[in-house]
């Protein structure tokens, strides 16, 4: 069964009646059905991507945020072999919403990092809805020391609403642990190449995504906070949510103007979640084009390269 | 006598009371509700004297009282591309700007300068709260790499003053990306072995936290400064539960291993100069030599130290 967001309501409706035309041929042999339901079928495509053809910034982050859109989990069965999670932070626990450890991209070893939000109930409560605690950072900082003491290249794959807003976690140091991670993104001699997968939350992933390329699946987002939040201190309103999506410029298409996107990976047609495989090949092809230009390149030009290109960041703003 | 009591007196009252300046001549505590002479406020930094709350401070006014002699020469912050975003909430991100740039008298949420604290060079940075908030955007993120930079080149350490809401949201995903940059700064100066300290005050939130002002090689807050990431109320609505009493204040950071001490403003100068001293291994100073620089309102401020409040 497939969800739909309240925008493609109009849409259920026709794939609902061709679904359901299907279903009372199948039960009756003798009807002859498929004319009208491939008429429905076209109906459904145009209708998609019209839709997608231009989706607000509000739609957009609906769309990266859709529950059956590719997970980080996802990511790593498809596009990687022999994927061996390492866990804990050696502090005080191990960070569920992180996944990470060894694997090999391509034949090649590499190390693999994202958020994870789960993909049901018991999943997502698992996972923590893909927020991190300070430990998920200071995990994420150890597997990057190792990377970059062996000379694997680090892959982030960048998924999370943001930081989680928990007592402890505040106790044990959400921001220092978020602040070491940025700082250990920009220390470490390898190649590190990040992918929005989804949503972009904040400084949970700077902690991840400070990277010497990024690549944003195209409706992802990037935001320095979620419109809701801004909605409500700016407008005082958290229903202005549409308003602070299209005022923050948080699409992938934005963030490439910008200069904080280098890529932006093409979805398939009704967003990655309608063709998850499709999806996950164009995110794979990304990440090798990305690291293939770090290729020969010594450790330390990877690392001042990064520095200066976020020392370099936002001296263009937006055309008008 | 009706000419003296109807006419002389009353001019001579109101030339007198002419001179009685305006109303905010006193301020109340926050805290204890005491009322304070504004001089003294001042010369006690904007700690108030009853119970050792610490009000916000100015930059300017916190370097006066910090550099010898109350001299200091500001640190050109190269000037960013104005409203990047053209933001609109409510109103015009521009329009903000302006009218913060108004009533603040200055250009932006952070001044830079360079002078010596206790005959010890140094560069220092501090934060205005009353600029929109101490947001930072793309200028404070400029304004801390040309503190980093101006500290590599003549070799002075770097003191950073943070009080901060957050990110400026309406420079948008740029201002999330000064959480990098400034930590490339930071890195400037560990790399160039060079001491980073960082004085944290009320409030320091957000991407700030969670970025340059928790990297210092020395943490150090006032008294019960707000120092978190999320803030107390944003948690309160996600684990609907009460928190605490002190959560996330300075001494509870300290408690909790966050912090390496909590200084009354009042004694910051000398502990920095302390703390300075050593890591850049130099002698300490005398004491007679370390007296003459200090501005006559600090001197007293020591006279009345007390405990801080908890």
């Known amino acids: 069964m497939t969800n739909y967001l309240e925008f493609e309501k109009p849409l259920a409706e026709i794939e609902g009646k061709a679904e359901e035309l299907r279903a009372m041929a199948r039960a009756n042999p003798e009807m002859d059905i498929e004319k009208e339901a491939s008429a429905l079928d076209r109906k459904a495509k145009d209708m998609l991507s019209s839709l997608y053809g231009d989706l607000s910034a509000w739609r957009k982050c609906q769309v990266a945020r859709h529950p059956d859109r590719p997970h980080c989990i996802d990511y790593i069965d498809a596009l990687f072999t022999q994927y061996t999670p390492l866990a804990g932070d050696r502090n005080f626990a191990d960070d569920h919403s992180v996944m990470g450890g060894l694997a090999r991209f391509r034949g090649k070893p590499v190390m693999v990092i994202g958020h994870e939000k789960g993909n049901d109930t018991k999943s997502r409560i698992e996972r923590n809805f893909g927020m991190a605690r300070p430990e998920g950072y200071r995990k994420a ?29 505040e106790e044990r140091g959400q921001s220092e642990a978020i602040a070491r991670s940025t700082e250990k993104c920009l220390k470490v001699k390898v190649p590190l190449v990040s992918v929005i997968i989804g949503e972009g939350g904040s400084g949970g992933a700077v902690a991840f995504a400070t990277a010497n390329r990024v690549a944003m699946l195209e409706h992802s987002i990037y935001s320095v906070i979620s419109p809701e939040g801004c909605a409500s201190i700016l407008w005082k309103d958290a229903e202005k949510m549409r308003e602070a999506a299209e005022a923050l410029r948080l699409t992938a298409q934005d963030l490439k103007e910008l200069g904080v996107c280098d890529v932006v990976v093409k979805e398939p047609l009704g967003g990655a979640h309608r063709d998850s495989k499709t999806a996950i090949k164009a995110v794979g092809d990304a990440i090798a084009a990305m690291l293939k230009e770090m290729d020969g390149q010594r450790g330390r030009d990877i690392r001042d390269d990064r520095r200066r290109k976020y020392l370099e960041l936002g001296s263009k703003g937006l055309a008008a | 006598m009706n000419w003296i009591t109807n006419y002389v007196r009353p001019t001579i009252n109101s030339l007198f009371s002419r001179r009685e300046v305006p109303e905010n001549l006193w301020t109340k505590c926050e805290e204890c509700g ?84 206790g005959q010890t060079p140094i560069v220092a940075a501090a934060q205005d709260f009353s600029f929109m908030a101490g947001s930072m955007g793309m200028y404070v993120g400029n304004a801390i790499i040309a503190a ?83 803030g107390p109320r944003v948690i309160e609505q996600t684990i609907r539960e009460k928190l605490p009493e002190g959560f996330q204040r300075a001494e509870y950071l300290l408690d909790h291993g966050m912090l390496d001490r909590v200084t009354p403003r009042t004694q910051m100068r000398d502990e920095l100069i302390t703390i300075i001293r050593m890591l850049m291994n130099k002698e300490p100073l005398a004491v007679a030599v370390a007296a003459p620089a200090k501005p006559e309102g600090e001197a007293k401020a020591e006279a009345q130290q007390e405990a801080p409040k908890k």
Request: hydrophobic fraction near 40%; glycine fraction near 8%.
């Open chain 1, 141 to 169: 900082i150890r597997l990057m020391e190792l990377a970059d003491k062996f000379g694997l290249p680090v892959i982030t794959l960048v998924d999370t609403p943001g930081a989680y807003p928990g007592k402890g976690a």
């Open chain 2, 34 to 117: 005491t009322m304070l002479f504004h001089r003294e406020l001042a010369e006690n930094l904007n700690v108030c004297g009853n119970c050792g709350h610490h009000m916000v401070i100015t930059p300017r006014a916190r370097f006066t009282a910090l550099f010898d002699n109350g001299t200091f020469t500001e640190v050109k912050v190269p000037e960013p591309i104005a409203d990047p975003l053209q933001f609109r909430d409510q109103k015009k991100y521009s329009e903000r700007m302006k009218g913060a740039q108004k009533s603040t008298g200055e250009r932006e949420a952070m001044l830079v300068a360079k002078g010596e604290i």
């Open chain 2, 148 to 230: 980093a930079e101006e500290a590599v080149k003549t070799k002075r350490p770097l003191v950073l003053f943070s009080a901060a809401g957050g990110a400026r949201m309406q420079e948008g995903i740029l201002s999330l990306m000064q959480m990098p940059r400034t930590t490339v700064a930071v890195e400037m100066l560990k790399d160039a072995g060079l001491p980073y300290i960082v004085v944290l005050t009320h409030p320091t939130t957000g991407g700030v936290t969670a970025s340059y002002a928790m990297l210092g090689d020395v943490q150090i807050a006032e008294p019960n400064a707000l120092i978190c990431f999320a």
